[in-house]
Nanobody
Framework: VQLVESGGGLAQAGGSLRLSCAAS????????IGWVRQAPGKEREGVSAISNSNGNTYYTDSVKGRFTISKDNAKNTVYLQMNSLTVEDTAAYYCAVALGIVAPEIVNRGMDFMDYWGKGTLVTVSS
């Protein structure tokens, strides 16, 4: 499985960015795909994920109501629309996949629970 992120960059507080993750190489349609972020000096945090099996989604509390995850099956691409950005959203954002029939909350359980990772894209929010 290959994951390629794009869409990071610089935004002002209150602004928006959309991240994309182009995924390829799946041999099964049973997986969860989502986003994990890591801010400088902080632990990785599962931000959001979506189940390819049933479309269930997960959002960490700090992004609920601001971020939206979606998936374009025709393009095998997952998007993270980030609105009302704050400086606390500044981080490297990684696309990650967990194989099998799992709940999207798995994205917040740590690196050992995700099977594949992208190289990441940096999001910087200025005040």
């Amino acid at each position: 499985v290959q994951l390629v992120e794009s869409g990071g960059g610089l935004a002002q507080a209150g602004g928006s960015l959309r991240l994309s993750c182009a995924a390829s190489g799946f041999t099964s349609d049973r997986y969860v795909i989502g986003w994990v972020r890591q801010a400088p000096g902080k632990e990785r945090e599962g931000v959001s994920a979506i189940s390819n099996s049933n479309g269930n989604t997960y959002y960490t509390d700090s992004v609920k109501g601001r971020f939206t995850i979606s998936k374009d099956n025709a393009k095998n691409t997952v998007y993270l629309q980030m609105n009302s950005l704050t400086v606390e959203d500044t981080a490297a954002y990684y696309c990650a996949v967990a194989l099998g029939i799992v709940a999207p909350e798995i994205v917040n359980r740590g690196m050992d629970f995700m099977d594949y990772w992208g190289k990441g894209t940096l999001v910087t929010v200025s005040s």
